[in-house]
């Protein structure tokens, strides 16, 4: 857990080539608006405004990125993306947006690992499902995968195997772990899954590899949309 609480901010771009190139893991955060991601990231790194929660959910069209790593040595960089799915943006800002979208998933060089965000209530949307088939080439070549059904604290337990095992079915051969913000059901499970995919067991020993350090007038990041 001590790991994630390094988080900081590193960056921010509105479109693919605007990031800078990284030399160590990746892990990106995925989700419809108000799937609760914003809330999932501070939980995970304890910080209360890390990831910004918008008032308009959906406006956002920013990639923010944030450094992981002790003693000023980044080993791992989050890319939090913004939201999708929100009716109130226009038709022609969704389309650009998940094109940049499309085109982050398919190329980045150093993404490593997806976490796509979920609420249970909900379960896997046409949106969500239409990502993870994108990913799926990705997927089969070794790129780490995880659903994480947040906001788990609203479902009983009987909701919360039901879901879980019809998840399971729809992931993929993906991870699937509940999660509460609130209650901190799985925080330290999904800590403990992305520190092992940030170090994985063959580059455990070896030392990390600095990424770009972030320039001195970077801006702050923009803020994402969902609710808690």
């Known amino acids: 857990?001590?790991?994630?609480?390094?988080?900081?901010?590193?960056?921010?771009?509105a479109?693919?080539?605007?990031?800078?190139?990284?030399?160590?893991?990746?892990?990106?955060?995925?989700?419809?608006?108000?799937?609760?991601?914003?809330?999932?990231?501070?939980?995970?790194?304890?910080?209360k405004q890390l990831a910004f929660a918008s008032k308009r959910p959906g406006r956002t069209q920013h990639i923010n990125l944030f450094a992981l790593g002790r003693q000023g040595v980044?080993?791992?960089?989050?890319?939090?993306?913004?939201?999708?799915?929100?009716?109130?943006v226009s038709r022609s800002d969704k389309q650009r947006w998940q094109q940049v979208m499309v085109n982050y998933l398919v190329s980045r060089a150093s993404l490593s690992g997806i976490v796509l965000l979920c609420d249970p209530r909900l379960g896997l949307t046409e949106l969500d499902e239409a990502l993870l088939?994108?990913?799926?080439?990705?997927?089969?070549q070794g790129l780490k995968f995880l659903v994480l059904l947040t906001k788990a604290d609203k479902l009983t337990?009987?909701?919360q195997a039901k879901v879980l095992s019809?998840?399971?079915?729809?992931a993929g051969g993906g991870e699937v772990r509940l999660f509460s913000a609130l209650k901190k059901q799985g925080v330290e499970?999904?800590?403990?899954?992305?520190?092992?995919?940030?170090?994985?067991?063959?580059?455990?020993?070896?030392?990390?590899?600095?990424?770009?350090?972030p320039a001195p007038a970077a801006p702050a990041p923009e803020p994402t949309e969902d609710d808690t």
């Open 189 to 213: 499970d999904v800590a403990q899954l992305l520190w092992q995919w940030a170090h994985p067991a063959t580059t455990q020993d070896a030392p990390a590899a600095p990424a770009t350090s």
């Open 74 to 88: 980044t080993d791992a960089v989050f890319a939090d993306l913004p939201g999708y799915g929100y009716a109130a």
């Open 133 to 140: 088939e994108i990913m799926r080439p990705r997927v089969e």
């Open 1 to 13: 857990m001590g790991w994630l609480h390094t988080a900081r901010f590193f960056t921010t771009a």
């Open 166 to 170: 019809i998840t399971r079915l729809q």
């Open 157 to 159: 337990r009987a909701e």
């Open 15 to 47: 479109q693919l080539h605007q990031l800078p190139p990284v030399e160590v893991p990746e892990i990106a955060f995925v989700g419809r608006s108000n799937a609760g991601k914003s809330t999932c990231i501070n939980t995970l790194t304890q910080q």
